[in-house]
């Protein structure tokens, strides 16, 4: 860190004044100040923050000191243990990272032939500079307390010399590197500033990257830049706080796309596998030639049985199941109906609402109109709460103005070619901000979060009623809550499941997506974030959530659909050799064209295929959650493995066979299928 000449490039920012308290004072009760320059530079390819004495000639054993209780020190080397044994003895009162200086004076040393004090390399020891892409967080002080001041703290956790600036205050250099990098607070100090090394332009784009799939080369970069939506809570700016986790995988796209020469495009899964978990900390799918794998042969799935659909359940046949109270006479019939064809439209009104939990199965029509009755006091009183905060209040309270002002930029993009959402002033959007922002009440920790728009407006759509949608999106986000949370262990724990039975199902496909880089399944991220909502159509969406909401045939059924979606482009992908850019922009373009029906016919004949598998690996066995008395262990037991008993809560399913469409296909006898003991505990976490 230690400046060895002059730097050469463009000063974008520069501040006299700016001082550093030392520690190298000859007693205890003193601190010395020495007063620098600061810059900030701008080089071809980095930016760099650079401080040094004003004077290079300066005397350190000449400097007037302050007292130590007026005056802090924030030192640069961790201070010896017996320093810190008696800095351990200061009043309470003393605060290390700020101080008023009374009175502070230099002498200068003359210069004698030429030569001054000054370090070995012809420096002050300290002066310094840092590129910004090393810097990770600058501590601020607290308003009204001396003078201002920054403490940057570097990505290997070194702290430099806190810098006091005595002239002016630091605003203007803050709102400079506001200009190369993301600044947002941290949620456990607000004197923190996190920063995200990004270049502004690229994260200032990104969410139009989030509207419906465009065309050209953004359309391809459009999957995987949506692993940002829920990298964390949006402060500031809700689409660049998690640019810097994701810098090398986004680089790593566009440099794919640079003419360079293709050989030195590939990446191995190695330095894949870096990339991605520098995105999403805590995500291991492992690579095959990680060690600590089985090799698990004689796994036969078998054929892929013929599946056929019926005719969505009408308003006639949901009456008949209905006694005369308004109970559902047989729970299970009308969940596996609704599973085999769907809902008619006019029933879906009333038929979601026990579908997503709003409804008790058991409930009587009384009983329901008392609840409605309930929830409609709840929802109003909790829709006046942000509703009654006036202009001068919410001025105080930044999580609500920035959920508000993202809520109001998501609303006038969500469906608006569907006719309840198009053209201006539509009553559907003013129902569907008013909605999202009384979330924000129900669950303030979350608050709205991109994407939740897209699960709320299909359920707008068909409620048509303000509390009723609300109740219904409250059920759903409580399926969905972790997809949306700072940690992402919903979609961490999704990635792994997916690659964990698409190895199963087709461990050779699983192997050349690997080979391609592609391993990690990222490209299915969108999918899984807000349930195919960008994938299908907004009718087919209906037919599909309300499939998937049944829970039937099986645990993760979503996870199932996205191995029919997989399967069923394999082929392509593999005849046609795509490499990671292929096959990113192939599975993007898929958006709008993927058929549901086919597709859910395919995916509970996959579930089927498992199902009856005898040698179903333990870890796929937690995923669908099939029960079992004796499942094949993923490591080696030396047990019987053969004989193996699965039994499915929903296997009366099977027996509802009114034919619409089919799908089949067969699955190789004899594969060699990779299971590692870490994959599990992965699941268990």
């Known amino acids: 860190l230690v400046l060895e000449g002059e730097i050469k490039g463009k000063v974008v920012y520069e501040q006299e004044g700016v001082c550093i308290h030392s520690s190298c004072g000859k007693n205890d009760d003193q601190d010395n100040l020495i007063s620098g320059v600061l810059r900030v530079i701008e080089k071809e390819n980095e930016v760099i923050v ?231 900390p805590g995500l291991k799918i492992n690579q095959q030639e990680e060690p600590g794998f089985e090799v698990i042969t004689r796994i036969d799935l078998g054929k892929q049985p013929e599946v056929s659909r019926r005719e969505p359940v009408s308003t006639e046949e949901w009456a008949k199941n209905m006694d005369s109270e308004g109970r559902i006479l047989n729970v299970d019939y009308i969940k596996q109906s609704i599973f085999k064809g769907g809902l008619c439209h006019t029933l879906r009104k009333e038929a979601w609402k026990f579908l997503l939990g709003y409804f008790p199965w058991n409930s009587t029509k009384e009983e329901r109109a008392n609840l409605q009755k309930r929830k409609t006091d709840e929802y109003f009183r909790m829709k006046l709460q942000w509703k009654s905060v006036s202009e001068e209040q919410e001025k105080r309270n930044s999580r609500l103005r920035d959920y508000r002002s993202l809520i109001e930029k998501d609303v006038n993009r969500t469906d608006r070619t569907n006719k309840f959402y198009e053209g201006e002033d539509n009553p559907g959007l003013i129902l569907l901000h008013d909605i999202l922002m009384t979330y924000c009440m129900y669950d303030f920790d979350l608050g709205y979060v991109q994407g939740m728009s897209d699960l709320l407006s299909p359920v707008l759509y068909v409620m048509e009623n303000e509390v009723d949608a609300f109740w219904c999106f409250v059920s759903y986000m409580d399926q969905m809550h972790q997809n949306f949370e700072e940690q992402m262990q919903g979609m961490k724990t999704q990635l792994i499941q997916l690659s964990t039975l698409l190895r199963l199902l087709d461990s050779g496909f699983c192997s050349y997506l690997e080979s391609q880089d592609s391993g990690y399944l990222y490209f299915c991220f969108r999918w899984l974030l807000i349930r195919f909502k960008r994938e299908f159509s907004f009718q087919d969406i209906l037919r599909l959530w309300e499939v998937m909401w049944t829970e039937l045939p099986c645990q993760n059924f979503h996870l199932l659909l996205c191995c029919a979606i997989l399967e069923s482009e394999k082929q392509q992908i593999m005849d046609k050799h795509y490499g990671f850019n292929e096959i990113l922009k192939h599975i993007n373009e898929l958006s709008m064209k993927i058929d549901v029906e086919y597709i859910l016919c395919k995916a509970e004949a996959i579930s089927m295929q498992m199902m009856n598998c005898k040698e179903l690996p333990q870890a796929v066995s937690e995923i669908l959650g099939i029960e079992s008395s004796s499942v094949t262990p993923d490591s080696d037991t030396g047990e019987d493995e053969s004989a193996t008993v699965l039994s499915c809560p929903t296997s009366l399913y099977q027996s509802i066979s009114t034919p619409v469409t089919a799908a089949n296909g067969t699955r190789e006898s004899t594969q060699q299928i990779l299971f590692g003991e870490s994959i599990s505990r992965l699941l268990k976490k």
């Open 50 to 280: 650079d401080w040094r004495p004003l004077d290079d000639t300066l005397d350190t054993s000449n400097i007037l000191c302050a007292g130590k209780d007026s005056s802090s020190v924030v030192e640069w080397t961790p201070a010896p243990k017996e320093k810190l044994a008696r800095g351990a003895d200061r009043p309470n009162s003393y605060e290390a990272e700020w101080d008023m200086v009374t009175t502070v004076s230099f002498k200068k040393k003359p210069h004698s032939n030429g030569d001054a004090t000054a370090h070995a390399n012809g420096e002050s020891k300290w002066s310094f500079l840092f590129s910004l892409a090393d810097l990770k967080s600058i501590k601020q002080n607290k308003e009204g307390l001396g003078w201002s001041y920054l403490v940057f703290c570097l990505k290997d956790d070194v702290k430099l010399p806190a810098l006091h600036f005595h002239h002016g205050d630091s605003k203007l250099l803050i709102k400079c590197l506001e200009n190369h990098v993301v600044l947002s607070e941290s949620p456990q100090d607000k004197r923190i500033l996190l920063v995200n090394s990004q270049n502004k332009s690229l994260s200032q784009s990104f969410e139009n990257l989030l509207d419906e799939p465009s065309y050209g080369l953004l359309q391809v970069f459009h999957i995987l830049l949506v692993f940002l939506v829920v990298t964390q809570k949006w402060k500031k700016d809700p689409y660049t706080v998690t640019m810097g986790r994701f810098s090398k995988v986004t680089n790593y796209i566009f440099d794919s796309f640079r003419l360079s020469d293709p050989s030195t495009q590939r990446r191995p899964p190695s330095e894949m596998a870096d990339f991605l978990n520098d995105a999403i």
